[in-house]
């Protein structure tokens, strides 16, 4: 069973006493600020149990929600934040798999016609800024974030890299800022950007996607940080999440400022689980793998006066619902030509429910249908190294990269075993072929390594699953 939403009562009747839901509707449309950190573990954040101090973004959770159910519909980032932009499976919006600077990613990107958040935003009168990591497809006609809706974009467009292409070039809009940018100045930068941003003065609501590179590799905490939790390479990750916890805080401190923190949603999510440093404790696995550690991460969401605070919540959600929550708030229609996977869940944030909008939720990788649920069972699927992308087809030592491989199905109750380690299948079998159902179902919708769905869109890929 769920356990009910924990929740302040004077938020409650404050609530009640104004009509929550309604006002919503009426009033003036907020400012919404994304905050999506890379490679951030469930376990790396103090509110999530780690021993390492996130004041800033514990004080967020504290204020307002904090999901223990939040999934991204990807492993690895590319698809993560593809299906985020546009509230889709990556197999349903045709960006399946992660994208390199190399010739065979040339033409691959987000395609122009899925209509992403910041597009959305716009037709409701939002002004739109993208600041950090895009890796959608920059330099792929139609796929450059000015492409997709954003007014103004700051960034590395991909991971960082000084021998890959121009991964280590800061880009404003279209031009190069500077070239050969060191790593160590990227976060101060764009948190200076950000900071400047809501410090200015103008009329239109504004949508920020503060899209950091921490804590993906490398791990180049800036010099302030460094050092500043001990020694080695453990610690050196534990100084980069204090300096992105540090952005965070200056990020609420210009919004308090300028007095508009009531008037602002702010999300915090990591766009999946920690590669080999990071935590995703108490889960299984990370990133590359369908195990809850790679799927599973930080939800925190915060806005004073309409979220009330101190919650947690339990509730199955989905980065994809975040294009349908921010629309409802815009007064922005959704699209009626096209299937979003994401649920309105302005309900679940503001205490009116405890329950999941969704029934079922679909492990991928890459191409491959890996695992399915519902809130509280868990079915992953036979799978070979053969089906696998080529992030997942070898463990290379990294001992979260788990159940690589499996020869017959395993299932988990999630409610009582979240670390997936007791395979309840024979228990259970009822449970086991309901789930089986829903992945022929979803596999007939939107493929399978070896299946086309009715609702995929193509990828236009060689050999997908091969890096090269």
């Not at 991971?159 to 940018?181: C, F, M, P, W």
Request: net charge negative; hydrophobic share 35%; with cysteine.
């Amino acid at each position: 069973m769920k356990t009910p939403l924990i929740i302040v009562s004077v938020f409650l009747g404050v609530a009640q006493f104004l009509g929550l839901a309604p006002s919503l509707a009426a009033a003036e449309k907020p400012n919404i600020i994304l905050i999506f950190a890379d490679d951030v573990g469930y376990g790396d954040l103090g509110c999530y149990g780690s021993r390492v101090s996130t004041a800033e973004i514990d004080r967020l959770a504290s204020e307002g929600l904090r999901s223990t159910d939040c999934l991204v519909a990807a492993n690895v980032c590319g698809p993560s934040r593809a299906a985020l932009m546009t509230g889709r499976f990556p197999m349903r919006c045709g960006h399946p798999i992660s994208r390199h600077n190399t010739t065979k990613y040339e033409e691959y990107g987000i395609a122009a016609d899925e209509l992403t958040i910041a597009e959305l935003l716009k037709t409701a009168g939002y002004y739109t800024k993208m600041v950090g990591k895009w890796h959608l497809g920059f330099h792929v006609d139609g796929s450059h974030p000015l492409d997709a809706g954003f007014d103004e974009y700051l960034g590395l467009h991909s991971n960082y890299s000084k021998t890959h292409g121009d991964a280590d070039t800061l880009y404003r809009n279209r031009k190069v800022e500077q070239d050969g940018i060191d790593f160590e100045k990227v976060t101060t930068l764009y948190t200076d950007e950000v900071v400047d941003f809501i410090q200015a003065e103008r009329e239109q609501p504004f949508f920020i996607y503060f899209s950091h590179h921490i804590a993906h590799a490398p791990i180049l905490p800036s010099q302030p940080f460094r050092g500043t939790t001990g020694k080695g390479r453990a610690s050196a990750y534990n100084d980069f999440v204090q300096e992105l916890d540090h952005s965070v805080g200056r990020v609420m401190t210009a919004l308090q400022e300028t007095g508009i923190a009531d008037d602002t949603l702010v999300v915090f999510l990591s766009d999946n689980g920690p590669a080999v440093n990071g935590s995703a404790k108490p889960l299984s696995g990370g990133k590359y793998v369908t195990m809850e550690g790679g799927h599973r991460v930080p939800g925190i969401f915060y806005w004073p006066g309409r979220i009330p605070a101190a919650q947690v919540s339990d509730a199955m959600i989905t980065s994809m619902d975040l294009l349908p929550l921010f629309a409802h708030l815009a007064d922005a229609e959704l699209p009626s030509d096209r299937k979003l996977d994401g649920k309105n869940i302005i309900d679940l944030l503001t205490g009116k429910t405890n329950q999941s909008p969704h029934r079922y939720f679909y492990y991928y990788n890459g191409l491959n249908l890996q695992a399915v649920r519902n809130e509280r069972w868990k079915l992953h699927l036979p799978r070979t190294i053969e089906d696998q992308p080529y992030w997942a087809k070898k463990a290379g030592g990294n001992p979260k990269k788990i159940h690589l491989s499996l020869q017959e199905p395993m299932l988990f109750d999630l409610d009582s075993d979240i670390g997936e380690k007791k395979n309840v299948i024979s228990q259970h079998p009822e449970v086991a072929s309901e789930l089986m159902k829903q992945a022929e179902q979803i596999r007939a919708e939107i493929g399978d390594v070896d299946a086309k769905g009715s609702d995929q869109r193509p990828h236009g890929l060689d050999n997908p699953h091969s890096k090269t």
